[in-house]
């Protein structure tokens, strides 16, 4: 069958809450594959399901679809086969309006930031092009911005922060439009230890407060056990679950948790899934 037609066969659905089959998902991948133009087959059959308010990452060797994963559950990209569904809320949606509590916010690797504009208007410009007005946009730019702890930094440019604090703004352009759902991929991941560890311990205490559904990609797993309800071991290229781990750990976590005995057998646990898709086998 040709690529086109396969894609045609594609169900992607998104559903409103009270949707029977998601009433209690935020994300369900089902069977599902992606071959790029080149014809390397970076994903599958690869399943996932996320419940509303968790947080879950996808830890695996590079190339093997967790980038991917996030671009599916997106929309910016089609799965070649298979079924994604995404809950959101859509009630109060109105043309030119970006409800509370719609849709997706992405936390790509590099901040991306318009260096010409000042730290609000890069935290608004998800508003701006969705057509809220100026002056509410400023404020909730704002209310993000100290949900991230940046609220004295509204008026300085991105050449004025450090790498933590660019990664802060990202984080803060993504919640602005008060998404369901939180993608990031790999976005502590060029940063010291020390900042890692810090944005570690800020992005658990957001995630409690917004009870956000959060999807992170990492490569380091001694991030995915701490972060994580769920750490998603998944294979070499073409990527499926190899392992899927809870971490059942007393919260709030802390810094205790990272030295604790349960934090390092959770590490080996997730470390000994892993092994075998850095040696090119597979348990599967």
């Known amino acids: 069958m ?4 396969q894609r045609a066969m594609v169900e992607r659905k998104t559903s409103s809450a009270a949707d029977t089959g998601l009433t209690r998902l ?23 399901a996320v419940r509303k308010g968790e947080f879950i990452s996808l830890l695996g060797p590079s190339g093997c679809g967790k980038s991917t994963v996030l671009r599916l559950i997106a929309e910016l990209g089609a799965p070649t086969s298979g079924t994604v569904r995404v809950a959101r809320h859509q009630a109060g949606m109105q043309t030119g309006q970006i409800p509370p509590g719609h849709g997706i916010g992405f936390v790509f690797q590099e901040p991306t930031l318009m260096p ?5 208007e890069n935290v608004r410009l998800p508003l701006k092009l969705g057509g ?13 911005l100290a949900s991230v702890g940046l609220a004295e930094f509204a008026d300085a440019y991105p050449r004025e922060l450090s790498g933590g604090m660019k990664m802060r703004v990202s984080l803060a352009r993504a919640l602005v439009t008060d998404p369901d759902i939180l993608l990031m991929d790999e976005p502590f991941a060029a940063l010291d230890e020390i900042t890692r560890f810090r944005l570690n311990n800020d992005l658990l205490a957001l995630w409690r407060s917004l009870r956000k559904t959060v999807i992170f990609v990492t490569h380091s797993v001694f991030e995915s056990v701490y972060l994580s309800q769920r750490v998603v071991v998944m294979t070499g290229r073409p990527g499926r679950t190899q392992a899927d781990i809870r971490i059942e750990t ?7 948790f990272r030295t604790s005995t349960a934090y390092s057998d959770y590490c080996r646990r997730v470390s000994a899934a892993l092994a075998p898709s850095y040696s090119g086998q597979s348990t599967l």
């Not at 040709?2 to 037609?5: A, E, G, I, V």
């Not at 089902?30 to 970076?42: E, H, I, L, S």
């Not at 007393?250 to 205790?256: A, H, K, S, T, Y």
Request: proline content about 6%; hydrophobic content about 40%.
């Open 132 to 144: 809220i007005a100026k002056a509410e946009g400023r404020n909730r730019a704002d209310a993000a």
């Open 250 to 256: 007393v919260e709030p976590r802390g810094e205790e």
């Open 26 to 48: 935020a994300v369900s991948l089902r069977g599902v594959t992606k071959t790029y133009d080149n014809g390397v087959m970076a994903l599958g059959p690869f399943d996932l």
């Open 2 to 5: 040709p690529r086109h037609d």
């Open 116 to 120: 010409w504009a000042n730290i609000r």
